[in-house]
């Protein structure tokens, strides 16, 4: 009789920063994870070890197989090394390993490049083998017929669900990755394969990880019209949010249906409301648009029962301390009702990184090592209109005014009357208080957190 074989997938977590799993509400289940489990067959055995819950501790593996960020890469590392002090072969997949490859391969045995549908089968079958490739490049293939994670390896404590319906953008920010992991071809899962995977997700709230969930064009449009109607015609009874351009604010049918479908909140990347930080970081549809037209997009949204998620960066080259306050004040005072602020951050594979790295303007560049720093939060180069301690106070500053539990009441109060829905209200009161932890534990210490003050309100 064959002997089962056991792979051990790890999802790592950086032990530098918490961020996102500060609090349960923020974690997100490891799609990609689950994704490779499904399509591992049922000759091995798979386990999976997830640091939103557990810190690693060695199992016993025949494979091991990690994915991680670019602000994780490092603990990714280390367990890797605990595997191959051992002698079991580690394959790393994800954006980071994909971004540097070279990286990588100093620390496991193989790497998968992008998407990994194409490359497991083969990876399996070498690793069955002893013949593992260092490289297995993945495709960019149609999404028809995917596998649907393997969510029972999940852990049960996760608030959201997790599910994607595209993939690519065609569009080009200059501080995004996406476009050098999934393309700039626009790919679209078809609506009656995302129900059908949607009925099988337990969670109550569901996140929708696509970076534009109605696409580019009227073929895409449609389909994401049909998936909303979907929803209500099976009575799939689900709240959740998503992440859109700021066109769908063009589109009342689209926002009607979604809002319908349980659609609470859209993440918008606002990103700035100044032309000359937007023209920067190559944001085109917001320029084309123009920041005059943000209030009509968050009204039209609102219309629909649907609260905004704005996001917004701080520290675009251009940038000054006026403008960043200023950019604060916006934020606080806009129709935005939850919001997001973030340092904009050279990631590997992207071009504000080689941008920078060319200008010698990478301040934090002992890697990987460093890579740790590299989280969203710490300012990791050099300003072009201020210093580094002088951008990373007046980041401090603006979290505390943004964050401020009175604004956010007044943001919920507007969101209420805006939209209608309690629901919603909800919702984004939520949002807005696991952004605030998190930020507050990055930037001040656990006695300025004051978490409970007021928080009350709509518990």
Same mark, same amino acid.
């Given at each position: 009789?064959?002997?089962?074989?056991?792979?051990?997938?790890?999802?790592?977590?950086?032990?530098?920063?918490?961020?996102?799993?500060?609090?349960?509400s923020?974690?997100?289940?490891?799609?990609?994870?689950?994704?490779?489990?499904?399509?591992?067959?049922?000759?091995?055995?798979?386990?999976?070890?997830?640091?939103?819950?557990?810190?690693?501790?060695?199992?016993?593996?025949?494979?091991?197989g990690?994915?991680?960020?670019?602000?994780?890469?490092?603990?990714?590392?280390?367990?890797?090394?605990?595997?191959?002090?051992?002698?079991?072969?580690?394959?790393?997949?994800?954006?980071h390993?994909?971004?540097?490859?070279?990286e990588?391969?100093?620390?496991?045995?193989?790497?998968?490049?992008?998407?990994?549908?194409?490359?497991?089968?083969?990876?399996?079958?070498?690793?069955?083998s002893?013949?593992?490739?260092?490289?297995?490049?993945?495709?960019?293939?149609?999404?028809?017929?995917?596998?649907?994670?393997?969510?029972? =390896?999940?852990?049960?404590?996760?608030?959201?669900?997790?599910?994607?319906?595209?993939?690519?953008?065609?569009l080009?920010?200059?501080?995004?990755?996406?476009?050098?992991?999934?393309?700039?071809?626009?790919?679209?899962?078809?609506?009656?394969?995302?129900?059908?995977e949607?009925?099988?997700?337990?969670?109550?709230?569901?996140?929708f990880?696509?970076?534009?969930?109605?696409?580019?064009?009227?073929?895409?449009?449609?389909?994401?019209?049909?998936?909303?109607?979907?929803?209500?015609?099976?009575?799939?009874?689900?709240?959740?949010?998503?992440?859109?351009?700021?066109? =769908?604010?063009?589109?009342?049918?689209?926002?009607?249906?979604?809002?319908?479908?349980?659609?609470?909140?859209i993440?918008?990347?606002?990103?700035?409301?100044?032309?000359?930080?937007?023209?920067?970081?190559?944001?085109r549809?917001?320029?084309?648009?123009?920041?005059?037209?943000?209030?009509?997009?968050?009204?039209?949204?609102?219309?629909a029962? =649907?609260?905004?998620?704005?996001?917004?960066?701080?520290?675009i080259?251009?940038?000054t301390?006026?403008?960043?306050?200023?950019?604060?004040?916006?934020?606080?005072?806009s129709g935005?009702?939850?919001?997001?602020?973030?340092?904009?951050?050279?990631?590997?594979?992207?071009?504000?990184?080689?941008?920078?790295?060319?200008?010698?303007?990478?301040?934090?560049?002992?890697?990987?090592?460093?890579?740790?720093?590299?989280?969203?939060?710490?300012?990791?180069?050099?300003?072009?209109?201020?210093?580094?301690?002088?951008?990373?106070?007046?980041?401090?500053?603006?979290?505390?005014? =943004?964050?401020?539990?009175?604004?956010?009441?007044?943001?919920?109060?507007?969101t209420l009357?805006?939209?209608?829905?309690?629901?919603?209200?909800?919702?984004?009161?939520?949002?807005?208080?696991?952004?605030?932890?998190?930020?507050?534990?990055?930037?001040?210490?656990?006695?300025?957190l004051?978490?409970?003050?007021?928080?009350?309100?709509?518990?």
């Amino acid at each position: 009789m064959m002997r089962r074989r056991k792979l051990v997938l790890v999802n790592p977590v950086s032990r530098l920063r918490a961020g996102f799993s500060i609090n349960r509400s923020s974690r997100f289940p490891p799609l990609g994870l689950g994704v490779v489990a499904s399509l591992t067959p049922p000759s091995w055995d798979v386990e999976l070890v997830d640091e939103n819950f557990e810190e690693f501790t060695y199992r016993d593996a025949d494979l091991v197989g990690i994915t991680a960020f670019t602000s994780s890469a490092n603990r990714a590392y280390e367990t890797a090394q605990a595997y191959r002090d051992e002698g079991i072969p580690v394959v790393m997949g994800g954006i980071h390993a994909s971004m540097c490859q070279q990286e990588a391969l100093q620390f496991v045995d193989a790497i998968v490049v992008g998407e990994v549908e194409s490359v497991w089968a083969k990876v399996l079958e070498d690793a069955v083998s002893g013949t593992l490739q260092s490289v297995y490049q993945g495709t960019w293939q149609d999404l028809t017929n995917l596998k649907h994670p393997q969510r029972d =390896i999940f852990h049960k404590d996760y608030v959201f669900g997790s599910i994607q319906t595209s993939r690519g953008c065609p569009l080009d920010c200059n501080f995004c990755s996406v476009t050098g992991f999934n393309g700039r071809r626009y790919r679209r899962r078809l609506p009656a394969e995302v129900l059908d995977e949607l009925e099988t997700i337990p969670q109550q709230l569901i996140f929708f990880v696509d970076d534009n969930i109605i696409g580019y064009g009227r073929q895409n449009r449609e389909l994401a019209l049909e998936l909303f109607k979907g929803m209500v015609e099976r009575g799939i009874e689900k709240d959740w949010f998503c992440q859109a351009s700021v066109n =769908i604010a063009d589109d009342p049918e689209i926002l009607e249906w979604a809002g319908r479908a349980g659609c609470r909140l859209i993440f918008l990347g606002i990103e700035a409301e100044d032309v000359g930080a937007l023209g920067a970081i190559n944001k085109r549809l917001n320029l084309k648009r123009g920041t005059s037209s943000y209030e009509a997009t968050f009204d039209r949204i609102h219309a629909a029962g =649907i609260a905004v998620l704005g996001a917004f960066i701080f520290g675009i080259d251009g940038d000054t301390p006026e403008t960043l306050y200023s950019r604060a004040e916006y934020m606080i005072n806009s129709g935005v009702d939850v919001m997001q602020a973030t340092a904009i951050t050279p990631l590997p594979g992207t071009r504000v990184f080689q941008q920078m790295k060319e200008e010698g303007r990478l301040l934090r560049t002992n890697f990987p090592h460093d890579w740790d720093r590299y989280n969203l939060t710490e300012v990791v180069f050099q300003p072009t209109k201020m210093g580094v301690n002088e951008l990373s106070q007046i980041m401090r500053d603006c979290v505390r005014r =943004i964050w401020d539990i009175q604004v956010l009441k007044a943001k919920a109060k507007r969101t209420l009357e805006v939209t209608g829905r309690w629901e919603t209200t909800q919702f984004a009161w939520k949002a807005n208080l696991s952004y605030r932890d998190i930020a507050f534990a990055d930037c001040y210490s656990s006695d300025d957190l004051d978490k409970s003050k007021g928080a009350e309100l709509f518990v």
